[in-house]
């Protein structure tokens, strides 16, 4: 053990040359980040989960009553089938081709009723818009609070008008107590939301979500521990800065607040590719690259720039998710629902109209 956690900080891979972990000693007037500050994050999740239990119970649930958001889910008419419904709890909730072959033939049905059947079983499990309200609404408030927060100090560094900055007299740089509280609050909402994103609402790009936040959540960590305090502030607050439209686009949508929801989801739009496919890869991640002509060559470096980078794949792909729904609400007819390409939503097929 004792062994591995000597190979693990190792100074020539976390530092440039001639820089170790014995330089970070605090001292009068001047503090480092210390890595072990982050063995504090599960307490920084936990903290957050309590805050937004109490955010959602007394803040946001009225605030649904208020505006009489249903709770009830949108019920299929559905024939009961213990058969299925085991098939469905304990197996899979979308059956492969082969799955509904088997089940065709043992309960002597039409396959298209079959995945009918489990069609209308997964909207039934759908959550209701008050549900959905209420976990957006504390995304909304989150991300709007710690925008503030962030652009509240960023504003006053030269750091954040100019880039290059970022890396002067480093790493000897002293960490403000704001950019440490900072980040604080960001390692421990995003490590909450790995938490719970099991209970949260799933749709399609889960997968790609836990990619995002456990992305995130390591490059906060990284950035934190290897002194890059400045880059990452800078990175936290260009990502919350579209966040936030994007949850209070939405949270208007729940409230049937339609004309507002269109324009702060155009705006978002615009924010959302302008922040991610021009400021984060142009200024950020170039910043990022060409620190090393900076501060050196080393791998802990390497690794930073390339946890950048799937960030950075996950916006392009987001991005074109973001463009085919603008060009729907640009042309979609009057009163006409816009869809969410990142939820699970189904319609039924015309034998299950006939059927319902």
């Given at each position: 053990m004792w062994k591995f956690s000597e190979w693990f900080w190792k100074s020539s891979f976390w530092l440039p040359?001639?820089?170790?972990?014995?330089?970070?000693?605090?001292?009068e007037g001047t503090s480092y980040p210390k890595p072990r500050d982050m063995l504090f994050?599960?307490?920084?999740a936990l903290a957050m989960l309590l805050i937004r239990y109490l955010f959602e119970r007394f803040v946001a649930l009225p605030f649904a009553k208020y505006n009489e958001l249903s709770d009830e889910k949108k019920m299929k008419s559905q024939i009961p089938n213990r058969t299925l419904e085991t098939f469905y709890r304990k197996k899979s909730v979308h059956p492969t081709k082969s799955n509904i072959e088997e089940l065709s033939k043992r309960l002597n049905m039409h396959q298209s009723d079959i995945r009918n059947w489990f069609r209308r079983r997964r909207n039934n499990d759908k959550p209701s818009v008050q549900t959905k309200f209420i976990e957006?609404?504390?995304?909304?408030?989150y991300y709007t609070a710690i925008f503030i927060y962030g652009m509240s100090y960023l504003w006053k560094e030269?750091?954040?008008?100019?880039?290059?900055?970022c890396w002067d007299n480093f790493p000897h740089q002293n960490l403000?107590?704001?950019?440490?509280?900072?980040?604080?609050?960001?390692?421990?909402?995003?490590?909450?939301?790995?938490?719970?994103?099991?209970?949260?609402?799933?749709?399609?790009?889960?997968?790609?979500?836990m990619?995002?936040?456990?992305?995130?959540?390591?490059?906060?960590?990284?950035?934190?521990?290897?002194?890059?305090?400045?880059?990452?502030?800078?990175?936290m607050v260009l990502h919350d800065a579209a966040d936030l439209l994007l949850q209070g686009a939405k949270c208007l949508a729940y409230i049937q607040k339609s004309k507002m929801a269109d324009f702060t989801f155009l705006c978002f739009a615009i924010t959302f590719l302008v922040t991610r496919l021009v400021i984060f890869p142009f200024w950020i991640i170039h910043n990022a690259v060409t620190s090393?002509?900076?501060?050196?060559?080393?791998?802990?470096?390497?690794?930073?720039?390339?946890?950048?980078c799937i960030l950075q794949c996950l916006h392009v792909y987001w991005s074109l998710i973001i463009l085919k729904m603008a060009k729907e609400m640009m042309f979609r007819?009057?009163?006409e629902k816009l869809s969410d390409h990142r939820s699970d939503e189904e319609e039924l097929s015309e034998n299950e109209k006939k059927i319902t």
């Amino acid at each position: 053990m004792w062994k591995f956690s000597e190979w693990f900080w190792k100074s020539s891979f976390w530092l440039p040359d001639g820089i170790s972990f014995d330089d970070f000693e605090d001292n009068e007037g001047t503090s480092y980040p210390k890595p072990r500050d982050m063995l504090f994050v599960p307490c920084f999740a936990l903290a957050m989960l309590l805050i937004r239990y109490l955010f959602e119970r007394f803040v946001a649930l009225p605030f649904a009553k208020y505006n009489e958001l249903s709770d009830e889910k949108k019920m299929k008419s559905q024939i009961p089938n213990r058969t299925l419904e085991t098939f469905y709890r304990k197996k899979s909730v979308h059956p492969t081709k082969s799955n509904i072959e088997e089940l065709s033939k043992r309960l002597n049905m039409h396959q298209s009723d079959i995945r009918n059947w489990f069609r209308r079983r997964r909207n039934n499990d759908k959550p209701s818009v008050q549900t959905k309200f209420i976990e957006t609404s504390w995304k909304f408030t989150y991300y709007t609070a710690i925008f503030i927060y962030g652009m509240s100090y960023l504003w006053k560094e030269p750091w954040f008008w100019d880039h290059a900055k970022c890396w002067d007299n480093f790493p000897h740089q002293n960490l403000d107590a704001a950019i440490y509280i900072h980040f604080v609050i960001e390692s421990g909402y995003y490590a909450s939301l790995v938490i719970s994103a099991p209970n949260d609402i799933i749709r399609k790009d889960f997968w790609e979500q836990m990619i995002h936040h456990i992305a995130t959540l390591i490059l906060i960590i990284f950035s934190y521990a290897l002194n890059f305090v400045r880059i990452g502030a800078l990175t936290m607050v260009l990502h919350d800065a579209a966040d936030l439209l994007l949850q209070g686009a939405k949270c208007l949508a729940y409230i049937q607040k339609s004309k507002m929801a269109d324009f702060t989801f155009l705006c978002f739009a615009i924010t959302f590719l302008v922040t991610r496919l021009v400021i984060f890869p142009f200024w950020i991640i170039h910043n990022a690259v060409t620190s090393v002509s900076i501060i050196g060559p080393y791998t802990a470096n390497y690794l930073f720039t390339g946890l950048l980078c799937i960030l950075q794949c996950l916006h392009v792909y987001w991005s074109l998710i973001i463009l085919k729904m603008a060009k729907e609400m640009m042309f979609r007819k009057p009163g006409e629902k816009l869809s969410d390409h990142r939820s699970d939503e189904e319609e039924l097929s015309e034998n299950e109209k006939k059927i319902t």
